[in-house]
C-alpha cells in the first residue's frame, strides 16, 4: 500500500526566503506526482505535475523535483511572499492509468511579511 | 484544463437532513472522483464516478450513505445523507483529464453538521 509522508507538517519562514517541501513516497511505481495548493477551507490548486520519466518541472517561483529511485520529492518555493502561504500537498499515482492519488498530510506554510 | 464548479461552496445543515453536492465541468470527463477532507487532515477517496455505471465506492464508505449521480460526461452529484456531527469536513470533486493525466479539483464543499 503506498503510503505519503510530508515534512515538515508546518514551516514559518519571514518573506523572502528560499525553502524546500518534502515528500516522500514508499512505493517507487508511480506513474506522476502532483503538488498542490490549498488555502484554507478551499478545493485544491494543480502547481506542478511531474511524470515518473522526468526529474524536475519549473513554474514560476516554483521548482519541483522528483527521485523515484528514492521516492522523494522535493518543492522548492524562491523568494517566499506572504501570498504564499497556504498548505502544500503532495500526491501521487500509481499505473495503470486513471487510478485514484494517494495524499500526503501536508505542509503548513505561513510566510510572515 | 478543466474549470470544475461546485455548490454549495458552504452549509451548516442539522444532523438527520441530506445534503446533495453539484458539480459541473467545462468539458466532458469519463471520470469524476468525490474526495473528502476531515478537519486536520488529508484527502480520503470516497467514490469514483463514470457515466453510465454505478460509482465505485472506496473502503469504508457506502451507497446508502453518499449516493452519487452521474447523468452525463460534465455533471455529478454527491449526497450526504442522514448527516451527523461527524460527517463534517470539506467535500472535494475532482477530474483527471489530458495526455499528462493531470487532476484539476473543485473549490470544494464545506459542510457543518450541527
Redesign the interface.
Known sequence: KQEVTQIPAALSVPEGENLVLNCSFTDSAIYNLQWFRQDPGKGLTSLLLIQSSQREQTSGRLNASLDKSSGRSTLYIAASQPGDSATYLCAVRRPPSGSRLTFGEGTQLTVNP | ?AVIS?KPS?DICQRGTSLTIQCQVDSQV??M?WYRQQPG???T?IA?ANQGSEATYESGFVIDKFPISRPNLTFSTLTVSNMSPEDSS?Y?C?V?QGA?????????T?LTVV
Open positions: 484544463s461546485q458552504r469519463t471520470m472522483f487532515q488529508s484527502l477517496l469514483t470539506i472535494l475532482s483527471v499528462e493525466e493531470r487532476y484539476t479539483f473543485g473549490s470544494g464545506r
